[in-house]
């Protein structure tokens, strides 16, 4: 196994400041160099940190996007796409130095296809967001991370969230894209058709690739028809193995079920102080269905047959939008929750998915290692695609804690890509989990990745030091 | 718009007799340098003809298509894949010489995980031969393209099929692979976890690569559950138009429907003398859907209630699985039925794919252009996705009337272009549709393309002069 990366080992290239007086030239005040919006701009909400970039672009088009890309490839110099900053393994971070490109003043929705089940957007625009915009079509865009990411963020990292299970993540949902080349050329990707065999998948190369190939400036994504009925519920379980079970043999059974997440009891304890709730202390299923009412209800009756089977308590419903939305913001809220439970920390937080089957083994071993390390956690997971989160909370200035909790991650990775998984489900690569991404990819893949990288950027300046170093 | 691409133009490569030594040495009799066996190799069911390739290996295993790429590759020498040599649009042509590499017999099952709902093969298997083999599990493979072509081969054209407006394309249900790269060295890409983030999604880079970026020699792909209660109807419309417009109804509403197809009078005559069949002569969408049985019954009633809006006669239910079977196979045999209809015939098939709102009207404006044409020809249409097929039934010796087919094609591929729509739903580009591919995704775009395919097959040996020309 490779061991997580130091960035401090990666080198920031100069920047000159022929670039920095050609982009004020272009941009004037929108551009910054204040120290203030760099550091905002440098960080995400992860626990690495790196120097700031050497100034920020507050872009308003893809033209802007296209300017600032070419007067940073003049000079060699590395650029960063920045919208919600809520990225989780240090995607932001301009570890070899550059400028930031900011596009949250990118946030038009610039065409609503509702015969089509389609929206295109610009890249800023949150999903929240996006959801008040189309709510008047009786539609919706279901991916749904924890934070209120930009949609743009979201399809660079290949995003999900708990809907995944019935909607797909970014992966399935995007259609199309307009993109800023290394060279500041705009190109589209895929077309607003459903599915198309039209040469090489670049849309797909493009979703996850994390800033690595291309800015993007308009995301086309798929939506979807609200549902006519939904029903949400909670249930306890006497353990973690006995929600898993009710998951896995859910999911084997074809159930269409939308949302399905575990939160461990340590989560609920958080959830309950920071949301103000009440809900009991023990491993928790909460979810939801989505359908005709009669579809609901069949739905609901099944997993409540196969959650009795394993102890599950009675089933607590939340027929009102309220309730469902009070039960859902709480889960949304898990991680700040998590992170406010223990002032001053940072969460290392884990993102390993497992084929179903092994999900169980993979989540019980790796609990057992972390009660054992007596290092603060939280457990949370998409568990209907085999996706969970452990959060370890460190304290960011205690060096030994935070190698004890990288160790508890390096296990749990080598676990569940024993077990035929992968080390990240939805939060990406970045800086953090390079040495993951050779363990599963292997030396040939991650080489094949590289070439690719090289061929469509060969300056090496769109967010270098990302997914690998070349 | 571009021409479609004649590939006389292109130039073959010699194949020196020293390769043909050194295959023979390795391969012994799994290498045929036999003229029948090699014209059987060079082509595929499209309309457009070449020399055949210089030899043929018969791989059985993911060693032998290594060692006979790394043989290829000293002497810079193409290598095709070869399986059921069901493509349409010339994918198996030697156009620049080279050698085949038939993988049929690489037909094995290697992996059943029924938890997961996933399932691990060799190329050659054939999508009935698969489900055959899963049969005991209670799952099943959706993906039906008409003919029973191999998973290597669909996965090579990102194939779909009838089931996909509810189960995606081989895009969504492709999961991993095993692949063997122009160096002969072998890659994996992709995991059995149903969802991922780590780094550059080289599946999906793969899926669709039409054998010009590897040779896939594993496929993991998804199964589903059988559904509870299946049920299949036909019914009749006074028109194209109304038979479009109650497709268009259905999907916006969201219904979960797994299978409409539209067959125009053309081919439903066409279907009734091969099949043997009574159909009513008129345009017929052929539907079936998938649940509980609570679900269909609810399904069923919601498309019913559209279909009687827009005239369409009462439903004929095919209730049981022979009756259905019945039906689907017909549908499955349309295209054999269209061109044993005209002796000496063959099919230039269209493969356009439009976001649904737009559907009827492409449709419409390009039925009117065939008909008055006076060429023969039949409509089959996946309308669920917005994707239809015309065959123009030509003689393959009369070029007056390939071109005038030709030229509807270009006709309709430049109105779905004008719509957002895309000029392959499901048969990839091959040589046919170079000029289209062009129009579709922009010079910048297909230069990325080229971009990726020099980094990753620098002799340029993998199926060359498909999709584009370096």
């Known amino acids: 196994m490779n061991a997580p ?35 905002q701009h440098g960080r ?7 120097p700031p970039p050497a100034a920020v672009v507050f872009a308003e088009s893809t033209r802007d996007v296209q300017d600032a890309v070419r007067l940073a490839a003049e000079h060699a110099v590395p650029v960063i796409a920045y919208a919600a900053g809520s990225s989780l393994e240090g995607h932001l971070l301009a570890v070899q130095g550059g400028i930031s490109i900011d596009v949250n003043r990118m946030h038009r929705v610039l065409a609503i296809n509702a015969d089509d089940l389609t929206v295109t957007v610009q890249p800023g625009i949150t999903r929240k967001a996006l959801n008040e915009a189309i709510k008047h079509t009786g539609l919706f865009f279901p991916i749904d991370p924890g934070a209120d990411a930009s949609i743009g963020g979201m399809a660079a990292t290949r995003a999900s969230g708990t809907n995944a299970v019935r909607y797909g993540t970014m992966r399935e949902n995007v259609l199309a894209l307009e993109v800023v080349t290394a060279s500041g050329e705009v190109i589209h990707t895929g077309t607003r058709a459903k ?4 040469g090489y998948d670049l849309t797909r ?5 994390e800033g690595t190939l291309g800015i993007f400036t308009e995301v086309t994504v798929r939506l979807y028809p609200l549902p006519e ?5 909670i249930c306890s379980f006497p353990s973690i193995e006995a929600a898993v079970r009710t998951v896995i043999q859910t999911i084997q059974l074809g159930v269409p079920i939308a949302r399905v997440e575990l939160i461990d009891a340590n989560s609920v304890r958080m959830v309950n102080a920071h949301s103000k709730l009440a809900l ?3 491993p928790m299923l909460l979810m939801e269905f989505h359908g005709s009412p009669a579809g609901v209800r069949e739905q609901a009756e099944a997993v409540q047959a196969i959650a009795s089977e394993h102890g599950g308590q009675a089933f607590e419903w939340a027929s009102t939008p309220e309730e469902r939305t009070r039960l859902w913001t709480a889960r949304h809220n898990a991680y700040f929750a998590a992170v406010q439970s223990r002032p001053g920390c940072r969460a290392i937080s884990t993102d390993t998915c497992v084929p179903i089957s092994r999900l169980a083994d993979c989540l019980l071993d790796s609990v057992a290692e972390a009660d054992a390390s007596g290092i603060p956690y939280f457990l949370v997971g ?19 804690e935070r190698a004890r909790a990288e160790q508890l991650n390096h296990q749990l990775v080598a676990r569940a890509l024993a077990m035929g998984g992968t080390c990240t489900g939805e939060h990406g690569v970045g800086i953090h989990k390079m040495g993951f991404l050779l363990d599963e990819a292997g030396a040939g893949a991650v080489d094949m990745m590289r070439a690719i990288k090289r061929a469509i950027d060969p300056q090496n300046i769109l967010n270098p030091g990302k997914i690998f170093t070349l």
């Not at 130091?6 to 941009?27: C, G, K, Y």
């Not at 995400?44 to 790196?50: K, L, M, R, V």
């Not at 599915?195 to 039209?198: L, V």
Request: aromatic residues 6%; contains cysteine; charged residues 20%.
């Open 229 to 233: 009925a939904v029903s949400a519920a």
């Open 195 to 198: 599915k198309s065999a039209a």
């Open 44 to 50: 995400d909400e992860g626990s690495i940190q790196a």
């Open 5 to 39: 990366t130091n960035p401090t080992e990666l080198l920031a290239r100069p920047v000159p400041q022929a670039l920095l007086d050609a982009l004020n030239q272009r941009f004037g005040a929108q551009c910054s160099t204040a120290l203030a919006v760099r550091e």
């Open 382 to 400: 998409h568990v209907g695609d085999g996706n969970f989160h452990f959060g370890y909370l460190i304290d960011p200035d205690d060096a030994d």
């Open 205 to 209: 190369l493009m979703v996850g690739s």
């Open 280 to 282: 009991r202390e023990e």
